[in-house]
């Protein structure tokens, strides 16, 4: 997966339905962090996640993309080149809006935002997707009537150990935990987590440690901090902390949807993108993993920043800004946490963007 100039690539998700690329292909250049357009591909309808797998032959690269539409289906595409190649053809989740996708287990999961559940579909050894076996819906509702009727599954994603999945539920305000069957990928029920009703939480990010994880939440600009015994496969909310300042939340201020959570690789610090305030915060983890205080926050370098992502080195933070069109990317101060930006490419609609 590297350039003929030794560069990494990175791969960038984006609205087509808002005049995005697609799946955008770029080089990452090793000593700046900048990236550089390959090539895209249109051929997905709002790719707005990815995710990097193998498969093919020896060597072989696929990604897997949601298709974010209603009904919803998912992508696998070969990206050994620089324009990614389908694999195969769109598979429907027999979901409506899926928003995230995982590989566990040998298969391809989505959480599937618009009917609230979770989707299994099988990978074949050459990458391609198979039809959906298995279907997990959601039940329950929150408190807010506009956001939380039904269910909303924004995430799901296995656990360190690899033993667990997790689905983060907007909807309903809780982190629910399965165990994949082996034979036939089923999500299996083992426990649900509820968190404060009226949270919307959207994303989860595990610590270094394997034993905490944060919980960043939509539909109040907070993360809660929670213990993880994967022994058990128990999840534990034990704290809860702003991630905006008081005077970005108080009366009058613009309203503000935290997207996403990264956990730096030293377990030191948590980012957090926020939609709105058009922010990222920068919050200190203590030694023991379950306490986080806000530091600061930083322009996000765009507008709406759907996503946040740390580069493989550790070093840098990328923020996908939707509604600005573009791929911000910071340096990271190593003794602060503070990330500077250092430059920026045009991509409309991003959505998201990951790393090989």
Same mark, same amino acid.
């Given at each position: 997966?590297?350039?003929?100039? %030794? ?16 799946? &955008? ?7 700046? %962090? ?21 498969? %093919? ?20 595409l070969d990206v050994t080149q620089d324009v990614p190649r389908p ?45 959906? #076996? ?19 599954? /924004? ?13 983060? #539920? ?8 399965? =165990? ?9 029920? /083992? ?17 270094? #440690?394997?034993?905490? =994880? ?19 496969g128990v999840l534990e909310a034990v704290g809860e902390t702003p ?28 980012? =957090? ?14 030694? &023991? ?10 322009s996000c370098g765009g507008h709406w920043p759907r996503d946040l992502?740390? #580069?493989? &080195? ?28 250092? %430059? ?11 790393? =090989?």
């Amino acid at each position: 997966m590297d350039s003929s100039n %030794g560069a990494g690539r990175a791969f960038i998700g984006s609205f087509t339905s808002a005049g995005g690329r697609g799946i &955008t292909v770029a080089a990452v250049d090793q000593e700046t %962090g900048a990236l550089t357009v390959l090539g895209a591909t249109d051929s997905v309808p709002d790719p707005s996640y990815l995710v990097l797998g193998r498969g %093919g032959g020896p060597g072989g690269a696929v990604l897997y993309a949601v298709s974010e539409t209603e009904p919803g289906a998912a992508a696998a595409l070969d990206v050994t080149q620089d324009v990614p190649r389908p694999i195969g053809a769109l598979q429907p989740v027999d979901g409506d809006g899926p928003t995230h996708l995982t590989l566990a287990g040998g298969r391809l999961l989505t959480a599937n935002y618009g009917s609230g559940s979770v989707t299994v579909l099988p990978v074949s050894a050459d990458g391609s997707l198979g039809a959906a #076996d298995s279907v997990l819906q959601h039940e329950g509702s929150g408190p807010d009537a506009t956001r939380q009727e039904g269910p909303h599954a /924004h995430q799901v994603l296995p656990d360190p150990s690899g033993n667990w999945v997790l689905s983060v #539920d907007l909807g309903t305000d809780s982190v629910r935990i399965c =165990a994949l069957d082996a034979e036939t990928g089923a999500p299996r029920p /083992h426990g649900e987590t509820a968190l404060r009703p009226g949270t919307g939480p959207r994303h989860l990010a595990f610590h270094p #440690d394997g034993a905490h =994880a944060y919980v960043l939440n939509e539909l109040e600009p907070t993360v809660t901090v929670c213990r993880w015994d994967a022994a058990a496969g128990v999840l534990e909310a034990v704290g809860e902390t702003p991630v905006l300042p008081a005077e970005a939340t108080g009366d009058g201020a613009a309203a503000s949807y935290p997207s996403e959570a990264v956990v730096s690789h030293d377990g030191r610090f948590l980012w =957090a993108a926020n939609r709105g305030h058009d922010s990222i915060s920068v919050l200190g983890l203590d030694a &023991t993993g379950e306490k986080a205080s806000l530091v600061t926050t930083v322009s996000c370098g765009g507008h709406w920043p759907r996503d946040l992502a740390l #580069d493989p &080195t550790g070093r840098r933070l990328y923020a996908a800004n939707e509604r600005s069109g573009n791929v911000a990317w910071f340096a990271v101060d190593p003794e602060t946490g503070i990330p500077v930006q250092e %430059g920026s490419l045009e991509a409309p609609a991003a959505s998201c963007v990951i790393f =090989a």
